[in-house]
Every structure is written in structure tokens, then in C-alpha cells.
């Protein structure tokens, strides 16, 4: 990915450019590389953006990554880049920061997230719930009951 950028696309066009024959994939390259390039984008972006949240989910504790993840995670759900793997990756990481951001990207109608994220996000948010965890804030435990008074020693008549 460091490789594909505006300069060595340019680098590899007029180098092609400067040939006596192109091949005819060679050609069409040179011909529509900008539009091409436009349009691959968005997909290396998401590939990436997918690529490491799920690379980052298979580690033992992700929830290690969570003071720079989390907030990474949510920007691209948000954004709609790579969001499978982010919301993924922070059900896996399951801390409060990651709780509490799959709660503001589970709002729906007007949350931050797309309806088909923020419906993945409140699938994560239950999956969390069904293995025990709790939330950022969650309530107290019960009280337990107090204990059965002794009983009375015996007496003698």
C-alpha cells in the first residue's frame, strides 16, 4: 500500500509512456490510470482497514489494543470502511471503551453509524451481553441475602 501513490503512479505511467510498444493491458493503464486509481481507492482502503482489525482481533487479548483501537475502530464503522472487522474487533476487545463505542454506533435512526453497521453493532453489543459481560456502567450486583440467623443453643432443663 506505501507504494500506490500519486507519485509512483505517475512514475510508472510516463515510464510506460516512454516505450516503443505497450502490451494492450499496458495501454489501457496508461490511457485511464487516473479513473482507475479513483476507483480502486475506496476497496484498498476497506481491504486494509479489514485486514488489520481482523489481524488485531485473532491476537489473545485484544482488548490490550483498546487505548488507540477503539477509537480507530469506531472512526472507520463511522465512515464505513472496513466496519465488519472493526465492530468485530471491538465485541472481541468487549472493554468499556469498546462497549460504550459499540453503544453509540448501535443508535439508530440518527447515530453515527450506516443502519447496516449500527444493526451490527447492536448484534455485538448482545453477543456481549450472552457471554456474561457487562457494559461500561454496569448495574451493581445484586445484594446478597443476609445469612440464617444461628440457632439457639440448646438448653438444659
Known amino acids: 500500500m506505501v507504494d500506490v501513490t500519486w507519485t509512483g503512479v505517475d512514475e510508472l505511467v510516463r515510464t510506460w509512456r516512454e516505450r516503443p510498444q505497450l502490451y494492450p493491458l499496458q495501454r489501457h493503464v ?3 490510470v487516473e479513473a482507475a486509481m479513483l476507483a480502486m481507492i475506496p476497496s484498498l482502503r476497506n481491504d486494509v482497514a479489514d485486514s488489520v482489525f481482523r489481524w488485531l482481533s485473532l491476537d489473545p487479548d485484544p482488548g490490550r489494543f483498546a487505548d488507540w ?3 480507530l475502530a469506531e472512526s472507520c464503522v463511522t465512515e464505513d470502511i472496513g466496519a465488519d472487522a472493526a465492530i468485530e ?3 472481541a476487545m468487549g472493554g468499556p471503551e ?6 453509540r454506533l448501535s443508535m439508530k435512526p440518527d447515530g453515527p453509524a450506516a443502519r447496516e453497521n449500527a444493526k ?11 457471554r456474561g459481560r457487562r457494559g461500561p456502567n454496569p448495574p451493581p450486583p445484586a445484594r446478597q441475602p443476609p445469612p440464617e440467623p444461628l440457632p439457639a443453643p440448646p438448653t438444659r432443663p
Open 30 to 32: 496508461v490511457r485511464h
Open 69 to 71: 483501537a477503539v477509537a
Open 89 to 91: 474487533l471491538l465485541g
Open 98 to 103: 469498546a462497549w460504550a463505542a459499540l453503544e
Open 120 to 130: 451490527a453493532a447492536q448484534g455485538a453489543l448482545w453477543d456481549l451481553e450472552n
